[in-house]
């Protein structure tokens, strides 16, 4: 930490003032003593006894004057008084100089930190302020995006709830005030409602659940799962979903069993998502493949792939966002939510795993990494999930 001028001049001054006061104190000291000497034989005979008696060094050297030992031993005395008392003083103006900058940054300056480099402690304290701004700042930021997370969630619902209800109220009106011109048009109108309000219907069951999954706290109901068996329940279920849209499902199974512990019922979730997703927007392609490995030790990685189009890498790295789609328009051509993709990763979150996406001419895979054993979490390769091209 540099000084300023005025502070430069008052630790010389404190230096100058402090030396004086011990000058005097000293020569207070000295005439005192040298008083009482020369008022009392017995004493003088007694020092100049033991000066005699003092022999120093092998020639013998006597010492002839106690003042000069006395004023070395004061002179000593006082450099450490006066150093003692800069230090103090200097270790004040840095303790100032903090106290300015938490003010500062108290002001509202939250993106600034205090520089100042010092030595042992005060430089810790410094370090800790600095860790306690940034946490400060960091959980405000995190709040913020809560805050912005929620309006979104409230934005997102909204529109999509609209659209259908739009429709079902206007059907409705119109078969209320007998606008049909025969029983095949009110069946008509009857029916679109009904397909309306089955989306909506499933909009607010694929919300519950996301919100319910979200939570920390969520209770999992584990049990020791085989992949290979698991697999071949998912085949058996989406195979004629899948040929009517032209595509054929597979499943390679492991050399041996490969078993986990999970939420069974949860871990399908995940698989009817991805694989649904799969079916619809495999559109172009002709195989979904299905495959369980071991990864990392202590890890199983389920793979989900299909050989339809391409995404973009744009695409990838907000894939996982909720009510995201990559095309709008398959909103009214499925009707998906844009939920199902963050269920499956809240799901998995709740294992301790993640999952990762790639996409390419050939393949767009989904890799869900697991712990083997319920209770171990698996280190994300980063912080964000974001798919790699």
Known sequence: MKLTGREK??????????????????????????????????????????KRSIIIGPDHFHLWSWENIFITLMLLFDAAVVYWRLIRRYHQMQLRHIISELHYIAN?????????????????????????????????????????????????????LRTPLTSILGYLGLIQDKQYHSEEDLLKYTEIAYLKAKQMKSLVDNLFEYTKVKQTGTPLSI?????????????????????????????????????????????????????????????GGHNIFLSA??????????????????????????????FYRVEESRNKDTGGSGLGLAIAQ??????????????????????????????DRLSKPSDKLKGTR
């Open 223 to 283: 049990n020791k799962i085989d992949l290979n068996q698991m697999m071949e329940q998912l085949v058996a279920s989406f195979e004629l979903e899948a040929k009517k849209q032209g595509l054929a499902i597979s499943a390679q199974n492991t050399d041996r069993p490969l078993y986990i512990e999970a939420d069974a019922e949860k871990l399908g979730r995940v698989f009817n998502n991805l694989i649904s997703n799969a079916i619809k927007y495999g559109k």
């Open 9 to 50: 001049t008052e630790l010389f001054l404190e230096g100058i003032v402090t030396v004086i006061l011990l000058l005097l104190l000293n020569l207070s000291i000295i005439i005192l003593i040298n008083e009482s000497i020369m008022t009392n034989p017995g004493l003088r005979d007694g020092i100049f006894i033991i």
């Open 108 to 160: 509202g300056h939250l993106d600034h930190r205090i520089g100042f480099k010092f030595k042992g402690n005060t430089q810790s304290v410094v370090e800790s302020i600095n860790a306690l701004v940034d946490s400060v700042i960091q959980s405000m930021n995190e709040e913020r995006a809560i805050e912005s997370s929620k309006d979104e969630l409230i934005t997102n619902v909204s529109h999509d």
């Open 293 to 322: 490995r071991v990864g990392k030790p202590g890890e199983a990685v389920i793979d989900v792939a299909n050989d339809g189009p391409q995404i973009p890498q744009k695409s990838l790295d907000q894939i996982f966002e909720r």
């Open 346 to 375: 809240s799901i998995i979150d709740l294992h301790g795993g993640y999952i990762n996406v790639t996409s390419d001419m050939n393949l767009t895979t989904f890799a869900i990494h697991v712990p083997i054993n319920h209770g």
